[in-house]
């Protein structure tokens, strides 16, 4: 059974640019997160979406935004970046929409503005 | 607002020796708990899950006890190797199916 596929592994964008993050859940869940992993802050909630619609959202500038698609492909989209933003972006899936049985994370995407 | 916090937040044993990991928080109204490993540069992967009619879970050398009453969960590691050596999360999901991580335990086991 196929894990959490996250893509790509690893980013370098410039200041101002714009970057798309990809995440595909294991089959059969229909719930899938976005966290933001800092040294400084560590990991922080960015939003969830089950049945392609964003249930939660956490505390970021609507510079961040993504979308859940109807096969529960998942992408999130940051605009405007600053050097800040450099983090590690971790996806995670669950078969429902209350985390009952768990989570399950990928490998992440390695962001770095320069 | 729900906080998490493990302690302690860096632990050095020598091979061979039983690890004990903590995790307190604040709102007991909790879904479930689920304990995670992260090694340096990596996703997280999961470990024990323990749902909140649940007092305790095992999977091999691993046992994590909660306590919603009290607001605790601890993670024992029996017979620590090597390999244990990780950074050790803890993450409560709130009613809204939502995780709240603790900072983690940075654990080293010496050979």
């Known amino acids: 059974k196929a894990g959490v596929t996250q893509t790509p592994r690893y980013l370098i964008k410039t200041r101002g640019q714009q970057v798309t993050l990809s995440c595909s859940p294991i089959s059969g869940h229909r719930s899938v997160s976005w966290y933001q992993q800092t040294p400084g802050q560590g990991l922080q909630f960015l939003f969830e979406?089950?049945?392609?619609?964003?249930?939660n959202k956490g505390n970021f500038p609507g510079r961040f935004s993504g979308r859940q698609f109807s096969n529960s492909r998942s992408e999130m989209n940051v605009s405007t970046l600053e050097l800040g933003d450099s983090a590690l972006y971790l996806c995670a899936s669950s078969p429902d929409d209350r985390g009952w049985e768990g989570y399950t994370f990928g490998s992440g995407t390695r962001l770095t503005v320069v | 607002k729900q906080e998490v916090t493990q302690i302690p937040a860096a632990l050095s044993v020598p091979e061979g020796e039983n690890l004990v990991l903590n995790c307190s928080f604040t709102d007991s109204a909790i879904y479930n708990l689920q304990w995670f490993r992260q090694d340096p540069g990596k996703g997280l992967t999961s470990l024990l899950l323990i749902q909140s009619s649940q007092r305790e879970q095992t999977s091999g050398r691993l046992n994590a006890s909660l306590d919603k009453s009290s607001g605790r969960s601890t993670l024992y590691i029996a017979a620590s190797q090597p390999g244990d050596s990780a950074t050790y999360l803890c993450a409560v999901v709130d009613s809204w199916g939502k995780l709240q991580f603790g900072a983690g335990t940075q654990v080293v086991v010496t050979p």
């Open positions: 979406y089950f049945s392609e619609t964003q249930r």
